[in-house]
């Protein structure tokens, strides 16, 4: 069975850049058609795509996002890694990984994505 387990470092200063990890077990990074997200919770907000890493290495970036973010991966750690640059009070939230059989573009309903990890809360603050 598949496990997602995120973790990060819980306080960061504004304008510096986060950088949070995703480690799977039960599964291999790079084995067929899965693909990646990350996905998060602002306070009093509704859950908010960022974006996503395909087993080929290709990703995919929500346009809000897409020039602070990247998303890379380490195979031999199986981890999936965000990056998030420049981060402000507004990127606090609870941050999620999940995996799923089809691309999710924008997608952040639970049900679709068949794994997720249980979360990583983030707060920016100096």
């Known amino acids: 069975q598949v496990r997602l387990q995120e973790s990060g470092p819980g306080l960061v200063k504004p304008w510096t850049t986060l950088s949070l990890a995703c480690t799977v077990s039960g599964a291999s990074i790079t084995a067929n058609w899965p693909y990646w997200s990350w996905i998060r919770q602002s306070p009093g907000k509704g859950l908010e795509w960022m974006g996503a890493?395909?087993?080929?290495?290709?990703?995919y970036y929500n346009p809000h996002l897409k020039s602070r973010t990247d998303i890379f991966r380490d195979t031999s750690k199986n981890q999936i890694t965000l990056q998030l640059r420049s981060v402000t009070p507004e990127d606090t939230a609870v941050y999620y990984c999940?995996?799923?059989?089809?691309?999710?573009?924008?997608?952040?309903?639970?049900?679709?994505?068949?794994?997720w990890g249980q979360g990583t809360q983030v707060t920016v603050s100096s």
């Open positions: 999940a995996r799923s059989t089809k691309l999710l573009l924008g997608v952040t309903e639970r049900a679709p994505y068949d794994s």
């Open positions: 890493i395909a087993t080929s290495g290709s990703t």
